[in-house]
């Protein structure tokens, strides 16, 4: 038999392929320029390209990592892995990239759901006719912090996440906070369970506390707290000597004033 003959009867055009494939020919171009899918062969007259069989297995291999979210060139990589450890490595490589983008975007969207229920619930006390005054068990809350007017930015993103629930304002000294005079303070940001943990991160919380809330501005919010005081020592609520300020809708939301919702923590004494 011919060898010509027989070669023929095994090699396909490329506009064969094309039809075999429902692929466009630009398409099966532009896998040749990137060593995706070579011909087996050109013919040296016509510079024709002509595939043997196995250009079938070579394309679905590609629409299957196709699939798996690879772009062409990362592809290449894998089909032309030099042997199977390197092969098994770059598995492995992107396996735990796509867990990272998983987590991340899990993270993100926890982080979306947790401050839409900060406005639901700040819309909340603005709808109440008399905001409520009580007692409140803080659970304990891991959290990244920067001290006084630092930028939360820097924390969260050294962190490597986004940022996720309230922000809470740690005054250590509550007669400081009362009377105006400068104190330094804890800016404090909760952290998602599934961070990573490579940088120092804070507890608070774990504690019972009187509870009140603040709308509006904060220029005007050590009257809330004088009201929280007198309702504490009505009650036999001593306080201790330290507050928090957990910011419901604040200016990461809004930029008006009057929509602010802050909520006031007062520890109290020898009650954590």
């Known amino acids: 038999m011919d060898d010509s003959k027989e070669r023929t009867q095994k090699e396909y055009s490329i506009g064969e392929v094309s039809r075999r494939t429902n692929m466009s020919l630009k398409t099966l171009r532009y896998y040749d320029k990137l060593g995706l899918l070579k011909p087996s062969r050109r013919d040296k ?33 894998f089909l032309f892995a030099p042997d199977l450890d390197s092969l098994i490595g770059k598995f ?118 009187i509870s009140g809330i603040h709308l509006g501005s904060r220029h005007n919010i050590i009257k809330t707290y004088e009201t929280m005081l007198a309702w504490g020592n009505e009650n036999g609520f001593p306080a201790d000597n330290r507050s928090f300020e957990r910011y419901i809708i604040d200016e990461t939301s809004v930029d008006r004033e009057d929509d602010f919702v802050t909520e006031i923590l007062i520890p109290l004494k020898g009650r954590e």
Not at 159 to 164: S, T
Request: charged share 25%.
């Open 45 to 77: 007259n016509s510079g024709y390209r002509y595939y043997d069989e196995d250009v079938v297995i070579r394309l679905r291999s590609i629409k299957y990592y196709q699939y798996m979210g690879l772009s062409l060139e990362e592809i290449r990589d």
């Open 92 to 209: 492995e490589k992107d396996l735990q990239k796509r867990e990272d983008a998983i987590t991340n975007a899990i993270m993100q969207k926890d982080s979306m759901s947790v401050w839409l229920n900060l406005l639901i619930e700040g819309k909340m006390y603005h709808n109440m006719d008399e905001l409520p005054i009580g007692l409140r068990h803080v659970p304990k809350i891991e959290t990244v912090f920067v001290y006084e007017d630092s930028s939360m930015r820097d924390s969260t993103e050294s962190v490597g996440q986004v940022a996720y629930g309230s922000i809470y304002m740690e005054y250590p000294f509550l007669n400081k906070r009362l009377s105006g005079e400068y104190q330094h303070y804890i800016r404090q940001m909760e952290i998602h369970p599934l961070s990573s943990r490579h940088i120092r991160t804070n507890f608070i919380g774990d504690f019972t506390a």
